[in-house]
Nanobody
Framework: QVQLVESGGGLVQAGGSLRLSCAAS????????MGWFRQAPGKEREFVAT????????DYADSVKGRSTISTDNAKNTVYLQMNSLKPEDTAVYYC?????????????????WGQGTQVTVSS
């Protein structure tokens, strides 16, 4: 049973930084693609970043490109999303997702496993 547990969210002022973590368990994730998505109140869930666990290929949404870095730690079975220069429009619940044996994708429907989410609030 795949389990994804996010942490690291919180309240931060605009211009600040946060590092989100996603602890993954229940599988060997070397063949998985991992993603971060977010959902703001009243809006649809949107893609943030994605990475191939084994190989490191990654992609970002234009809205966070240059401000965020997605990475994996094999020893800790954890995926990270480092976010810098945060803006109020980054306020959302952030979700970690996993999909087996696929290419990088921003399509949420391609990911079969999801965490419960962690709240990020950026004050102006």
């Amino acid at each position: 049973q795949v389990q994804l547990v996010e942490s690291g969210g919180g309240l931060v002022q605009a211009g600040g930084s946060l590092r989100l973590s996603c602890a993954a368990s229940g599988r060997a994730f070397s063949s998985y693609t991992m993603g971060w998505f977010r959902q703001a109140p009243g809006k649809e869930r949107e893609f943030v970043a994605t990475i191939r666990w084994n190989g490191g290929s990654r992609d970002y949404a234009d809205s966070v490109k240059g401000r965020s870095t997605i990475s994996t730690d094999n020893a800790k079975n954890t995926v990270y999303l480092q976010m810098n220069s945060l803006k109020p429009e980054d306020t959302a619940v952030y979700y970690c997702a996993a999909g087996r044996g696929m290419l990088l994708t921003s399509r949420s429907t391609e990911y079969g496993y999801w965490g419960q989410g962690t709240q990020v609030t950026v004050s102006s």
